[in-house]
């Protein structure tokens, strides 16, 4: 959209006549400010303009100031701002232009076409130091990168120790008595579901902020196929958008695979079970789950050498990342889950 031109900018002796009222204004404006004519030749910049860059107003003029442009930006801005003529639309672009002291500074510089009696008149534009804003961004790109790699690091190292876990589990299950083997198999298997929980919590898209219906849908899929695969079914439902941290998101992967271990633990091995979990995200409520297992109504008290540590575990889990937990996972009393809530960013003191 055009803007009118203002007051004092046009009329006088012709168009581009800024007026003494409009300079005395702009030059008192704590913000770089310009103006082209209708050829997109510059035809004026304000005092906080030339204080910045060191420079007269005649040398800035008929686009001089370029000149000034990281040679980076220089072909991008001239694309930009053309294209923009061209149409006579806004526009808006960011760019490094040299500081009186040789230092290159960051600008968002924004535009606007003039029109008087629906004529073009040129544009009028004004811009701002985001350099702080840029390096922050830079910074936090670089941290990002350096987490990832460390987060890829620890995955690694923490995959191998369970894997060599998993070795030393089965090799005592095999050389332990008949009737303590069950309870080798099944921490053996407890400690696969940890490495997939980590798995899958390493392939997050955003580690920091995890979608939590898109983590427990992929769990829930390989836990499926962890143990006593086309016999187990796990669903993920719910409304509303969740997304939590990685201690939470840790410690719901570790009670959805016990309620899982439990299942399969609690029956035979022709027993299918299904596992059914809602999660209530509504907006500016804590969020919950529940979670239902198919084959608590009618578990078994356990194959024998297996102990049922589920409700034990499952409190532990959640007490490490401040869960409230409560029932056992039938439908007549669900497992509930319900997650802290978030807690506001409080920036750091500034000394």
Not at 73 to 81: G, M, S
């Amino acid at each position: 959209m055009a803007a009118e031109i203002p007051a004092g900018t046009g009329g006088g002796t012709g168009p581009f006549d800024l007026g003494d009222g409009f300079r005395r204004f702009a030059d008192h404006v704590p913000l770089m400010m310009w103006r082209t004519d209708h050829a997109g030749q510059t035809v004026y910049h304000n005092e906080c303009w030339l204080q910045f860059t060191g420079r007269s107003l005649d040398e800035e003029l008929e686009n001089d100031w370029r000149r000034g442009l990281h040679p980076d930006d220089f072909e991008r801005h001239a694309r930009i701002v053309a294209a923009a003529f061209a149409a006579q639309e806004p526009f808006t672009i960011e760019y490094r232009l040299r500081r009186h002291d040789g230092a290159y500074r960051w600008l968002l510089d924004s535009g606007r076409p003039l029109q008087e009696n629906g004529t073009f008149h040129g544009y009028l534009g004004s811009c701002f130091d985001i350099t702080d804003r840029k390096s922050a961004e830079e910074e936090s790109a670089r941290a990002l990168v350096e987490k990832e790699t460390l987060l890829a690091e620890i995955y690694h190292r923490v995959r191998n120790n369970l894997q060599v876990m998993v070795s030393l589990i089965g090799l005592y299950g095999r050389a332990a008595p008949e009737t303590c083997r069950g309870s080798f198999d099944a921490l053996g298997q407890r400690v696969r579901a940890i490495a997939l929980v980590q798995q899958h919590l390493h392939e997050a898209p955003h580690i920091a902020s995890i979608d939590l219906q898109d983590y427990l849908r992929r769990l829930a899929s390989g836990l499926g196929n962890l143990r006593r695969p086309g016999r187990i079914g796990v669903s993920v439902e719910g409304a509303g958008t969740s997304l939590v941290e990685p201690r939470t998101a840790n410690a719901l992967g570790m009670i959805v695979a016990e309620v899982v271990a439990e299942c399969l633990d609690a029956t035979a091995e022709t027993v299918s079970c299904v596992i059914a979990i809602r999660i209530d995200a509504a907006a500016g409520a804590p969020v919950r789950l529940s979670v239902v297992s198919g084959s608590g109504e009618a578990a078994a008290a356990g194959k024998p050498g297996v102990p049922m540590l589920g409700p034990r575990l499952i409190a532990a889990y959640a007490a490490q990342a401040e869960i409230a937990v409560s029932g056992t996972a039938t439908s007549a009393d669900p497992l509930l889950l319900q997650l802290p809530e978030a807690r506001p960013y409080v920036p750091p003191a500034v000394p």
